[in-house]
């Protein structure tokens, strides 16, 4: 099956700084990568995804590019703030939005002011 | 509703109880999906349901979990014999074919004692 994993487990950046994350996954007939964003007592909320028939998509200021070759998708904020600070999923489909993600371990991003 | 409500937000057992958790998508989604997440972890599939069938029940983890969506709409899992392993955020998701996106309730923070 399926696995996605994500590295670091933590990020800090300075207010106005650009963040990255990046995600592996290790089965190449995935075809779609959400990320989501998590805040505390929340559930998990779409902030951007892609798909495996293009390399970017960006939306303000969060992008995200995927490597098919590398089998590695990655999340851009650019011009951080610190409502951006919370928890950060990616996560792999081999069918599609409308089947099961699998998720990696997520990413704690904090904004310092 | 305006987006996924699940009920209790928390619920509090006894090891060898048997616990209901009960989901509401938003209405007119067709896919509806449950979710185990457990502390530090990202979301891992349990089951996937396409109106009122089960399309993957691969992520169920053993025979006391079980989960039915009678009507094509609300969604109950139901764990027998609950386990302290079996503490966790218990999240559901639901989804239409148009709008190709998994939007995700708050959450039952079910606790094992």
């Known amino acids: 099956g399926e696995n996605v994993e994500q590295h670091p487990s933590t990020l800090s950046v300075q207010e106005g700084d650009s963040a990255v994350i990046k995600c592996t996954y290790s089965?190449?007939?995935?075809?779609?990568f959400p990320w989501y964003k998590q805040e505390l007592g929340k559930g998990p909320q779409l902030i951007i995804d892609?798909?495996?028939?293009?390399g970017e998509k960006k939306d303000q200021r969060i992008a995200v590019t995927l490597n098919k070759t590398a089998k590695h998708f990655s999340l851009h904020i650019t011009e951080t703030q610190p409502e951006d600070s919370a928890v950060y999923f990616c996560?792999?489909?081999?069918?599609?939005?409308?089947?099961?993600?699998?998720f990696g371990k997520g990413i704690t991003l904090s904004v310092r002011p | 509703g305006a987006g996924v409500s699940q009920t209790p937000s928390n619920k509090v057992t006894e090891k060898g109880k048997y616990v209901e958790l009960r989901c509401d998508p938003i209405?007119?989604?067709?896919?509806l999906y449950w979710y185990r997440q457990s502390l530090g972890q990202g979301p891992e599939f349990l089951i996937y349901?396409?109106?009122?069938?089960?399309?993957?029940d691969s992520g169920l983890p053993n025979d006391r979990f079980f989960a039915v969506r009678p009507e094509g709409s609300v969604s109950t899992l139901k764990i027998q014999r609950t386990e302290r392993g079996d503490s966790a955020v218990y999240l559901c998701?639901?989804?239409?074919?148009?709008?190709?996106?998994?939007?995700f309730g708050p959450g039952t923070r079910l606790t094992v004692l």
């Open positions: 998701a639901s989804s239409s074919t148009y709008l190709d996106e998994q939007f």
């Open positions: 996560a792999a489909s081999s069918y599609g939005a409308n089947s099961k993600l699998t």
């Open positions: 349901f396409q109106g009122t069938g089960a399309a993957d």
């Open positions: 209405s007119g989604h067709t896919a």
């Open positions: 892609i798909r495996s028939n293009v």
């Open positions: 089965d190449s007939a995935s075809n779609y």
